[in-house]
């Protein structure tokens, strides 16, 4: 099914619906199709052919029709937020920008400004369609940066980006119609929420940046279900309580990319009954579990039926239920590595499995707990720790917004514990140490720091090997001493 | 891989309602615990992988047990109505919630009071079995056509997973809810149920005659009541005479046949709702659609899960605008008649199904149906489609439904006949007058008034019964 077709039927069946909504900019249907055919002629005018490699740094409504008239002339793409780097080994041989972006060819930028609008205005729709020559076809990329902060690229061939469509994303799991992503459409997640509602003939629902905006849009449409990474959902909390929004229509929030904390929990409780499912899973193979979350925030999550998932030790050996180990998983159709780049596909790609770097057990009813990542685990002269036992009581002291916990060696070669706290005025480092040296009894932390944001990736997750570059100078001179 | 997939949302989602037949609610919890206890009972029984298992229940009863039926590697098969399936499909079981006489007594379950505390006190089935192998056939259903004579389709897991992972294949509108009034023993009931299971949304279905169905709409935010065009002409009535209110936008759909004008004019004029037409088969489940509105040509829409081709009788494609036998495919169709080559080669060729139908599509892909290859009468050389003529004499005052069929003179010369349901504004002289100006091609030579004109359970009109019960 090509989504140029799926798109030409809804445009005659229900022309007059919404496709798509961002903030206050919304289309139908018809626009789509008629848009994203008229882009279509004008790339191919602008002689864009099938081989070529186009990156996209649009907002998601752009950025969506640009992407349907790319598959329609076989075009491979992929997209990334403005402002980010280009990477090296995937050089693309055109950018639809809405601005020229430094260092790169300027004769080989479509600017996506009101010159660019008027023109695709004036362009015919394109006739023919041909779409990619087969179903191996590169047809496009998305990138996944991990932990680690070194992007890498996955490649979906015209026969995988179709099976996009197919199998749950996350919004969906809570059950409602109508739903708001907060990941962008360049995203695996938010390709997937845009293809399916393409393919359901819903309207897709995007934001170009959490901001006054976003509370409109919940109140003029029937979002029932928000879904995000815990730092988006955090964002949205806050624009919230600033413009003192109610959100009476929304039933779910959902939240991936990593774990909430009870704090974001208790706030999400605030504005009613609103049911809050924590979803695990990976950009590399998608959804593998999920759980609702209810007096605690950490619950047994329930495995998709499409996963297959085992708990192993570190010579790939099945370990019995309840015991902690290496979490690898795998689909029916699972990838099978990153683009150029042997040496990560090596590491994460094993005998069949993806190995997301994750630890954790399963119980006796099958149900999955993470407990941790396997590289991020704190030696403290031969006390293994994750950090999330240390993060967890922190994120529960009141006045704490958000923390990060790391080891770094002493002057002596020994480790010791550091954490990097974002806070609020109303509390000070001395006493949330104080509140938490109690429940950690041997384990101490060394040192604890302030800093204005911990560092994440674009699903939320700690990027924790930039934590050492934020000890500040007196903390530094105190591990040093 | 159903029973994995009910687990799942009975985890997530227990209280979440999964299944709706009318009045009656089951929840996830209660649909996969319900299913596992039945499955045991049936194990009890005798019931075994393997084994084929009739069921002749009704909606709410019916889908739990075809599940426990699934988790014993069995497989289910819906019969329409109460006839007992044909003797080339032996069933090794008959469940049942009436006593059927014509069954031996030691293979039929009756689904009775005794039963239902069986099912209460049984433990749940703990490992269903799985179907490691993806292209045995799991579920059976029956299709009549309108040869009258009954074929029998296997789905397989392959093709059932298709059914349920694509977005969008039975319904043509997408993420809507809906109202299906089929009975559970039609195919797209089973699939239906299924699909919407494996999303982890709710099946809604409704098997009565009365306007109950029409609360239902507000109750659970409805969308669209399908059905075949008999079913839904009964059940508009019936709101019509209840004075129920329907909100604007609402959607029927109509399936299985053409529906009459005076049908989609009666749904026009009494709510503010919306009419489609989906054309299909059985065998292929819906591939086109069409909104039966002032800007409707006749014209569907080919839905893009599947294709459309015009052929010649060589198989070859004709030109846009031409007209030819239609043939179609799409990745979970039935692929041929359980144990009937001879209509398996004459309807399955080359990968495609070839349901019968004549038509045309337009430069733009649009699909027009122009009749049946086999209701094409032949008369003396002047070739007319009976389906035209029904649709012309089913907007003539007066005529509630017509049949057009051939009758045969004395001398064996075909004759052009029309079947008539009427009311009293019906006047036949005006009734032939106006005939001969919209259709000078053939003269009417013969009415009969009937009180129904013979359908199948699709709605499609059983030409052949028409003839012999004239000549009768």
Known sequence: ?481 | MISEQLKFWSELRPSQVAFVDGKREITFAELDSHSRKIATVLQQRGVKSGDLVCTVLPAYLDWPTCLAIYMLGAVSMAILSSDIPDDEMKADWLITSRSNPTIDSTRTIEVDQQFAELVNTAPELLEPVEFIDQSKIVRINSTSGTSGKKKFIGFNTKQLLEIVEAPFSGDFIGNSKFISTMGFGASQSYNGALRELVRGQTYFTFTGNDSSWVPMISKYDIDILYGSPSKISALVDSAITSGAKIGEGFIFLLGGSTPTKNLVKKIQTNFACKVFNGYGSTETGFIAYSELDESDDGGLYVHPYGTIEIVNENDEALQAGEIGILRTKNARMAEFYINDEVATSKFFRDGFFYPGDMGYLDPKGKFFLTGRANEVLNLGGVKISLEQVDDLASTEPGVQDAAAFGLDDESGIPKLAIALVVDHEFNEESFLTSMKLKFPRAKIEKIFRLNAIPRNANGKILRQDLNQNVIN
């Not at chain 1, 779409?131 to 015209?158: D, N």
């Not at chain 1, 979350?293 to 996963?307: D, F």
Request: aromatic residues 8%.
């Open chain 1, 1 to 481: 099914m090509e989504i140029s077709r799926i798109l030409q039927y809804w445009a005659d069946i229900k022309p007059d619906s919404l496709a798509m909504v961002e903030d206050e900019h919304e289309i139908t249907f018809a626009q789509l199709n008629s848009n994203s055919r008229r882009i279509a002629n004008l790339l191919q005018i602008n002689s864009f052919k099938s081989g070529d490699l186009v990156c996209t740094m649009l907002p998601s409504i752009i950025d969506w029709q640009v992407t349907i008239a790319l598959q329609m002339l076989g075009i491979t793409s992929f997209s990334k937020p403005l402002g980010t780097e280009l990477p090296a080994d995937l050089m693309p041989d055109w950018i639809i920008s809405t601005e020229v972006i430094p260092n790169f060819p300027e004769d080989q930028t479509i600017v996506a400004d009101d010159n660019f609008a008027k023109a695709v205005n004036q362009t015919r729709e394109i006739e023919s369609t041909p779409g990619f020559a087969s179903q191996e076809s590169p047809a496009r990329y998305f990138y996944t940066s991990g932990t680690s902060g070194a992007p890498k690229y996955l490649l979906a061939s015209a026969g995988r980006l179709k099976e996009k469509g197919k199998g749950r994303s996350a919004s969906e799991l809570a059950g409602s119609r109508e739903f708001l992503s907060l990941m962008k459409f360049g995203s695996s997640q938010g390709y997937r929420a845009a293809v399916r509602a393409l393919m359901e003939s819903r309207p897709v629902f995007f934001t170009n940046g959490v901001d006054f905006r976003l509370p409109k849009m919940l109140l003029k449409y029937p979002i029932q279900t928000i879904s995000g990474s815990p730092i988006q959902i955090s964002s949205l909390l806050d624009i919230l309580d600033q413009t003192e929004t109610k959100i009476p229509g929304v039933k779910a929030i959902v939240m991936s990319g990593s774990r909430p904390s009870k704090v974001q929990i208790d706030r999400i409780r605030k504005f009613g009954n609103i049911k809050v499912f924590n979803v695990y899973g990976s950009t590399e193979l998608g959804f593998v579990s999920v759980h609702e979350i209810k007096e605690r925030v950490e619950a047994p999550g329930v495995l998709s039926p499409n996963v297959k998932l085992e708990i192993v030790d570190i010579e790939g050996k099945s370990l019995p239920r309840d015991q902690v180990g290496i979490v690898r998983y795998k689909k029916i159709d699972s990838r099978s590595g990153y683009v150029n780049d042997a040496k990560a596909t090596a590491e994460f790609f094993k005998d069949g499995f993806f190995y997301p770097g994750d630890l954790g057990f399963l119980d006796s009813k099958g149900g999955l707990t993470i407990t941790g990542r396997s590289n991020e685990v704190i030696n403290l002269g031969g006390v293994k720790i994750n950090p999330s036992e240390i993060e967890d009581p922190i994120l529960a002291v009141e006045g704490v917004i958000d923390c990060a916990a790391f080891g770094a060696q002493d002057p002596n070669g020994v480790n010791r514990l550091l954490v990097a706290v974002v806070k609020r005025d109303t509390t000070d480092l001395e006493s949330i140490d104080k509140q938490t040296r109690e429940i950690f009894k041997k384990i101490a932390v060394s040192y604890f720091f302030e800093v204005k944001e911990i560092p994440r990736n674009e699903n939320g997750k700690i990027v924790r090997a930039q934590l050492p570059k934020l000890i500040p100078e007196i903390t530094k001179a105190k591990i040093n001493d």
